[in-house]
């Protein structure tokens, strides 16, 4: 309180200041309906910003949780395929396909070197 303010209560009696407060109480209490109106819009206002706040924490706490699943799952499934792709490849069963497939390389390789000695075999002859 200021000092005006200090004295302008000393002149006043104690029933005015009483009659004062209870006024001001009352004011307080039964507010006129455009004041609360506009509390209302106000207090409306902040909660739409609280909620459009919240919707898009949401959306971005969603949005990282989707990433971090989608990156452990492709993590886990690259992690499992070479896995298998290792056992796969170190089966008895693999190895010998492996081994049937260069033999069956090598037995068209030499039919094919087979057929041209033949064929220059002939010209040979013919000639």
Same mark, same amino acid.
């Given at each position: 309180? =200021?000092?005006?303010?200090?004295?302008?209560?000393?002149? &006043? *009696?104690?029933?005015?200041?009483?009659?004062?407060?209870?006024?001001?109480?009352?004011?307080?209490?039964? @507010?006129?309906?455009?004041? &609360?109106? @506009?509390?209302?819009?106000?207090?409306?206002?902040?909660?739409?910003?609280?909620?459009?706040?919240?919707?898009?924490?949401?959306?971005?706490?969603?949005?990282?949780?989707? @990433?971090?699943?989608?990156?452990?799952?492709?993590?886990?499934?690259? *992690?499992? *395929? =070479?896995?298998?792709?290792?056992?796969?490849?170190?089966?008895?069963?693999?190895?010998?396909?492996?081994?049937?497939?260069?033999?069956?390389?090598?037995?068209?390789?030499? *039919?094919?070197?087979?057929?041209?000695?033949?064929?220059?075999?002939?010209?040979?002859?013919?000639?």
């Amino acid at each position: 309180m =200021s000092k005006a303010d200090s004295q302008s209560s000393k002149d &006043l *009696s104690a029933d005015l200041q009483l009659e004062i407060r209870r006024e001001v109480e009352d004011r307080l209490c039964h @507010l006129p309906a455009e004041t &609360l109106k @506009l509390i209302r819009a106000e207090v409306e206002e902040r909660i739409a910003q609280t909620e459009k706040h919240y919707r898009h924490m949401a959306i971005v706490v969603v949005a990282c949780f989707a @990433l971090v699943c989608v990156t452990f799952f492709k993590v886990t499934w690259d *992690s499992v *395929s =070479s896995q298998v792709a290792t056992l796969i490849a170190q089966t008895p069963f693999q190895k010998k396909t492996a081994e049937i497939t260069e033999v069956h390389r090598i037995a068209v390789d030499q *039919s094919q070197r087979l057929k041209t000695v033949a064929t220059e075999f002939e010209r040979t002859e013919t000639d």
